[in-house]
């Protein structure tokens, strides 16, 4: 056993018997006098006497049977029991002329590795650093460059959601450019857009834990603005639903799908939050390309605006080769790690190459799975498919179609576009609100999404009501802080009740429902437009849907109860 001073440095260790530590322990029959000694101080464990004491006897206080030495030993000696601080005196002719047997490393060991400190995070005393060193590499979460790639994908939501949200203004510039199309008809656009957009997220998610996050955006951003370009001859209404609508669509999906997966992976404690910021780049993006499309269109044209917009979808290309896999980060922070505590202390090389060896066993045994169909057959996570169904109804038909409704109640261009950008600066507030709110862990995340759909369905039943522009924003202040905390908390409550590593099967399949109901809805929503003349009809549909999902929502609790379910209820 060896000991250390206050100061690292090691005074003794070794093997000693029971007959070498007698010569240490005074018997009653001991007389009260120290003559030469030897302390070992040495860093390399071997002894070195001292200089021998005075000629002169000096004197040892006496102390009573209970106070003193015991001739016998107690039963255990162990490392407490003597002070590190204060050197061990000997008598000389203990110490013989052999060295001592154990020799003392150079450098102290570091602790053992097994499964129990594997993953332990609290740190331990390097005597030669003088310092708290951590058992294992930092994680790569919540820090440093995992804020880097939290931005990568808000500007990345901000450039494609932007304008899938600015895209009502679109629509109503295909109306005009088309006059002759009706509303079922360039419904079309918004229901292979919203289709392709969600219908391919399984794909997607599955081909960026295959290819990573990087190549898919970079693709993505590739394909949005080619369909830009290739819609500028404007053929028909049918060639518009293919570019703008299907081909569009396709390529907003490869874009965004990555980014949901990389912030569950780079997040943890902070993981309400940084959803929060990551969903707040879709309504920003609004705010900005409303009224962007409106000023290209003025000065440029239908067509020049598309060649524009073509130009911006490619800075997506950008965005994507600045994102690092976590996967390539972490092994960039390990790395790190291990390169400084060899340098300081050789001896950790050994604990280097053990937790090497654990962390890719560890790795190979909970390898991310692209696709996972067993959820269809789980009672809870259907909770979620029959939610999308309803809520897509109005999530995000209801702003798509609020300029028509706009018309009809006499506002301008202008003013459609104002209240667009209205609606998407509420939902970005509202979506950053939602992630520092259950950052704080004050209310449940199942009540605020029920909550949410409620107030939503309160505000598409409430449109048919305004008869003017302000009026018409306090209906969408309420739809935005629907979509805000819908949006924010989804992809929250996948990964805690079903695993953050199920997150490209659990997002992938929710999306691809959504998406099947993006082609159902707009044309239905342009029929009963048609139909009844109004969108009164509509705006009630969509929010009775909403209502529904609501109710089916709050029923989870007593759905997980049944057999099959398996559910982390938060």
């Known amino acids: 056993m060896g000991l250390v001073d206050e100061e690292g440095m090691t005074k003794f260790e070794s093997t000693i018997s029971q007959e070498e530590i007698s010569c240490v322990a005074p018997s009653d029959q001991t007389e009260n006098k120290v003559t030469d000694t030897a302390v070992y101080t040495s860093t390399t464990g071997h002894p070195q006497a001292l200089h021998p004491m005075e000629d002169k006897e000096k004197p040892v206080p006496q102390e009573t049977p209970e106070e003193g030495f015991s001739s016998s030993l107690p039963a255990e000696i162990t490392e407490k029991d003597l002070s590190p601080s204060v050197p061990l005196i000997i008598p000389e002719k203990c110490l013989g002329s052999e060295p001592l047997k154990s020799q003392v490393s150079t450098y102290p060991s570091p602790p053992a590795m097994n499964e129990e400190n594997l993953g332990s995070s609290e740190p331990q005393e390097n005597p030669e650093e003088g310092l708290i060193a951590p058992l294992e590499p930092p994680s790569g979460k919540d820090a440093g460059y995992a804020w880097l790639v939290l931005f990568l994908v808000f500007m990345v939501n901000l450039v494609t959601a932007g304008n899938f949200k600015s ?25 292979l857009l919203m289709g392709c957009r969600c219908l391919l997220s399984p794909v997607m998610g599955a081909l960026t834990v295959i290819i990573g996050p990087r190549k898919c955006i970079v693709f993505g951003g590739l394909i949005c603005a080619g369909s830009f370009l290739l819609a500028v001859p404007a053929l028909s209404i049918e060639y518009m639903a293919f570019t703008l609508g299907a081909l569009f669509g396709a390529g907003m999906c490869m874009a965004e799908t990555p980014g949901y997966i990389v912030v569950t992976d780079y997040f943890e404690r902070r993981r309400p939050f940084a959803n929060g910021v990551r969903a707040a780049g879709n309504p920003m993006g609004g705010v900005i390309f409303s009224p962007l499309v409106v000023l290209l269109h003025r000065h440029f044209g239908f067509q020049g605006a598309l060649v524009m917009m073509a130009g911006v979808m490619l800075q997506l290309a950008v965005l994507g080769m600045l994102m690092r896999p976590f996967e390539q980060h972490q092994r960039i922070v390990t790395e790190d790690f291990w390169r400084k505590r060899v340098q300081s202390n ?17 790795k190979n045994n909970n390898k991310k799975k692209p696709l996972q169909f067993s959820f269809f057959r789980n009672p809870s996570y259907l909770v979620y498919l029959a939610v999308v169904i309803c809520s897509t109804a109005a999530l995000p038909n209801a702003l798509f179609f609020l300029p028509v409704y706009g018309r009809t109640i006499g506002l301008t261009d202008m003013q459609n576009s104002f209240v667009s950008s209205y609606c998407s600066l509420s939902d970005s507030l509202m979506r950053l609100a939602c992630g520092s709110i259950f950052s704080c862990k004050v209310f449940k995340k199942t009540n605020g999404f029920i909550v949410s759909l409620l107030v939503g369905a309160a505000g598409c039943l409430i449109v048919p009501l305004c008869g003017s522009m302000w009026q018409l924003l306090i209906s969408a202040t309420m739809f935005s802080l629907c979509m805000g905390f819908f949006w924010t908390l989804i992809n929250i409550l996948l990964a805690e009740q079903f695993g953050g590593d199920a997150m490209p099967s659990t997002w992938g399949f929710f999306r691809m429902v959504q998406g099947i109901c993006s082609f159902v809805y707009p044309p239905l929503i342009g029929f009963v437009m048609d139909s009844t ?27 997980a109860k049944l057999p099959g379910s398996k559910i982390n209820l938060t």
Not at 170 to 188: Q, R
Not at 544 to 557: R, S, W
Request: aromatic share 14%.
């Open 167 to 191: 895209f009502g203004i679109t629509y109503t510039i295909i109306l005009d450019y088309f006059p002759d199309a009706s509303g079922a008809g360039a419904g079309w656009i918004l229901g």
């Open 346 to 362: 050789p001896s950790w090389y050994q604990r280097k190459q053990d937790q090497e060896n654990m962390q890719t066993q560890k």
């Open 533 to 559: 003349g109004g969108m009164a009809a509509p705006y009630a549909l969509m929010g009775i849907l909403t209502f529904g999902a609501a109710v089916i929502f709050a029923l989870q609790p007593l759905i």
